[in-house]
């Protein structure tokens, strides 16, 4: 197995160092458009009055050009970051659909009520190192609560995982950009399922 090397502390400082002068780049690039069409904005009403209408609705639909065209370019830029992301959030996300699929597989053979929450993390450690990681870096804050509630409900003996898996499902797919019109709470994990009345089931036992 590849064991993958550490990053040195230089190189992790300079990557947080561009990403802040990325950002600190596009906040100065926002006020100095704002402050522009401010400064037009204020010396086309201080000359109103002397102004043929048509040159002012030339200079009105002007600024409406320039206002439109910095939020395109915001919203382009905003939307090729996430396409960006999109293949590595994929690949984080792929290993808690594995993790899941184990369980189900186990659950399938009567074995995981045999199976101690602490003997799931061991068999499954390499696993949940590799979730992790990819959560820490990639994962959106609603997967990341998702995921806290549900590796601390799985360590409870009385705890049905089934609807918290759903609501991990849900916001994976949300993150992702795909809709959740529509989808029941349970419609998800209930594709692991011969049929909705299992979570039922599980729900039921559950509470006892």
């Keep these: 197995m590849n064991v993958p090397q550490p990053v040195s502390r ?6 947080a160092f561009t990403r802040f002068l990325g950002k600190a780049f596009n906040f100065s690039l926002g006020l100095a458009a704002l402050g522009g069409l401010g400064f037009l904005l204020y010396h086309a009403i201080r000359v109103v009055p002397d102004l043929n209408p048509n040159v002012l609705a030339a200079i009105i639909a002007a600024l409406a050009a320039i206002g439109a065209a910095i ?13 960006s992301h999109r293949p590595k959030k994929i690949e984080a996300y792929t290993h808690f659909f594995d993790l899941i699929e184990w369980m189900m597989a186990k659950q399938r053979e009567n074995e995981l009520e045999t199976i101690p929450p602490e003997q799931i993390v ?4 390499e696993r949940f190192v590799k979730l992790n990681r990819g959560l820490l870096i990639w994962g959106s804050p609603k997967v990341i609560r998702d995921f806290h509630r549900f590796k601390e409900g799985s360590m409870l003996s009385d ?5 918290t898996i759903d609501d991990m499902f849900r916001s994976i797919r949300a993150d992702l950009g795909n809709s959740n019109a529509g989808l029941l709470r349970g419609d998800l ?12 089931k599980g729900t039921q036992a559950g509470s006892r």
């Design 71 to 83: 939020f395109n370019q915001r919203s382009t830029q905003r939307k090729a970051i996430d396409e």
């Design 10 to 15: 230089w190189r992790r400082g300079w990557r």
């Design 189 to 200: 994990i209930a594709l692991y399922l011969k049929s909705r009345a299992e979570l039922l």
């Design 122 to 125: 061991a068999e499954q450690a």
């Design 159 to 163: 705890f049905n995982p089934l609807y």
